[in-house]
């Protein structure tokens, strides 16, 4: 309680940011079982999709011109995603496919700004980094569908689905893990590609996230054990 007191407004107003965006994503995840219930790509999904874009913006309006830029690359696509949904006009998946792509690309490029920028491990450093792994994920979906919408084929499933969002962000985990069970595999070459990309940016960005997570928190500890020997020494 003290603390707070003592911190500036805006850093007590943006704690957390990162963790509301987690959670979001993280529910997004869980409630995939759902989709076969509600149907292909359901309302509870579009919800959540929703609530995602809405946080993400807030975890970047630290800045006025990010939000700005959010807001301009989100409505967009909230009006592609919820016409669809709504009217049923199939080939708003194409706009919002674009923006969908556009808009989380900006938000992970925003968060990766601030990881990179940090010097002290916090909740919240470590939640933006989960964050970005995820949305990393979400974001290639939207890529592996555009894929789809152009060349339309390019990936083979087993059950011969169609490649809804809800399968193209099944697939984008399994390829950014590196688990590739075989049940969906690309056909075309720019879907191959495409799946490398992710599985390579994917364990790139583990590898060197740790690094850097690890560096900040030996050079965190050094700096409060020089600290105490310096007030030990003053003593």
Not at 198 to 220: C, K, P, R
Request: charged content about 15%.
């Amino acid at each position: 309680m003290h603390k707070n007191r003592h911190l500036p407004l805006g850093q007590i107003i943006f704690r957390g940011r990162f963790l509301n965006l987690l959670i979001y994503i993280l529910v997004l995840i869980a409630i995939q079982p759902l989709d076969e219930v509600i149907g292909e790509f359901g309302l509870l999904l579009d919800i959540i999709v929703s609530f995602i874009l809405v946080s993400a913006i807030y975890a970047v309006s630290h800045k006025k011109k990010h939000t700005t830029i959010g807001i301009l690359l989100a409505v967009p696509f909230l009006i592609a995603l919820w016409t669809k949904q709504l009217f049923g006009i199939r080939w708003m998946q194409i706009p919002e496919t674009i923006f969908g792509i556009a808009f989380f690309g900006f938000i992970i490029a925003i968060i990766l700004k601030f990881i990179f920028s940090e010097d002290e491990i916090k909740r919240d450093l470590i939640a933006g980094a989960a964050a970005v792994y995820l949305l990393l994920a979400i974001g290639w979906a939207f890529a592996y569908r555009a894929i789809e919408v152009l060349q339309p084929g390019s990936f083979a499933i087993a059950d011969a689905q169609n490649v809804t969002y809800s399968i193209a962000l099944y697939y984008s985990f399994v390829t950014i893990t590196t688990l590739g069970y075989g049940d969906i595999f690309p056909v075309t070459t720019a879907a191959k590609s495409c799946a490398i990309l992710e599985a390579i940016v994917g364990q790139l960005y583990l590898v060197i996230t740790i690094a850097l997570l690890v560096g900040v928190h030996v050079s965190q500890t050094l700096a409060k054990k020089s600290s105490s020997a310096k007030s030990e020494h003053q003593d």
